[in-house]
């Protein structure tokens, strides 16, 4: 008999946390994105990492909307670079 509903797969926190770049900026779809809610809605861990990084991430953007001096363009350079790294 075969299923009708896509099986969302369980992940793990490491690829759970692979995908939250993608999930922040609204790139993760369809199976992707429910398997991340599922996992983040079912981990605390990674929901609050998750949280952390979205703060990090609209911090980063008010700083770098406002642009002021090259001081701080390098700083926010700097911290894109280590939320990518994340």
Known sequence: MKKNKK??????CEE??????????????GKSREELVKHISECRHCFDRLEFEQLLKS????ISSRSIGT???????RIEKIIASL
Not at 7 to 12: A, H
Not at 59 to 62: A, D, I, P
Not at 71 to 77: H, I, P, Q, R, Y
């Open 7 to 12: 099986e969302i797969k369980p992940l793990n």
């Open 16 to 29: 759970a946390v692979t995908r939250f770049n993608d999930f922040m900026d609204n790139n993760l779809k």
């Open 71 to 77: 001081k701080n363009k390098s700083l926010v350079n």
């Open 59 to 62: 911090k980063v953007q008010q």
